[in-house]
């Protein structure tokens, strides 16, 4: 892909092993919530790579919901403060909640969320996550359903982005400065 002035791409996770791990996570979720009301919430808009891909492996009828939060602004600095910008459409009553997000960093952000959805009569909330950089925990948050581990170090693609550039990426990368 064409990169902006001063920066180069270098894949750390390749499309072929994301599309490999999506269907085993799609596999184990159609499993563990076969015949209950499932119901995918991405987190804009990191999530929307992902959840497009990961509801497809899913061999269920479930719903899919949106919530947008804001932590990051255009900084890639975590700020701690967590804030609903967009809430869900539909309630959760009675139905098995998984919260789809592209990476738990220092874990702010889906404490939060996982706290707040918890309190909205769903019957279960389960986090899956595609990437995780373990080592910058801040506050612990369980990871159902994880994608891959990955070092601390800032990633673009498959939906995550810098001020907004490279969410189109078919690969995660690593951004560095050329
Ligand atoms: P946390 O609250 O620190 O766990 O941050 C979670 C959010 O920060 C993610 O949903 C992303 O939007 C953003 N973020 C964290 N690390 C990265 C990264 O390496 N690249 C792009 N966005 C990131």
Redesign the pocket.
């Known amino acids: 892909m064409r990169t902006a002035a001063g920066e180069r791409l270098e894949v750390l996770v390749s499309s072929q092993d994301i599309k490999t791990r999506v269907e085993q996570l799609g596999k184990r979720i159609s499993a563990d919530y076969d015949g209950k009301d499932l119901v995918l919430i991405g987190?804009l808009?990191?999530?929307f790579v992902f959840i497009a891909d990961l509801a497809r492996a899913i061999d269920l009828p479930l719903a899919v919901d949106f919530m947008a939060v804001s932590?990051?602004g255009m900084s890639?600095k975590?700020s701690?403060v967590?804030r609903i910008v967009k809430d869900l459409d539909n309630s959760l009553d009675g139905k098995h909640v998984l919260v789809v997000?592209?990476?738990?960093?220092?874990?702010?952000?889906?404490?939060?969320i996982y706290g707040h959805l918890k309190s909205r009569g769903a019957m279960s909330v389960k986090i899956c996550a595609l990437?995780d950089?373990v080592s910058?925990?801040?506050v612990a948050?369980p990871v159902h359903y994880k994608g891959f581990d990955?070092p601390d170090?800032?990633?673009?693609g498959y939906g995550?982005?810098?001020e907004e550039r490279y969410r189109n990426l078919p690969d995660v990368c690593r951004v560095m400065k050329s």
């Open positions: 987190i808009k990191g999530s932590s990051y890639t975590s701690g967590v997000e592209d990476i738990v960093d220092t874990g702010l952000t889906l404490n939060y990437l950089k910058r925990r801040q948050v990955i170090e800032f990633v673009v995550l982005d810098v």
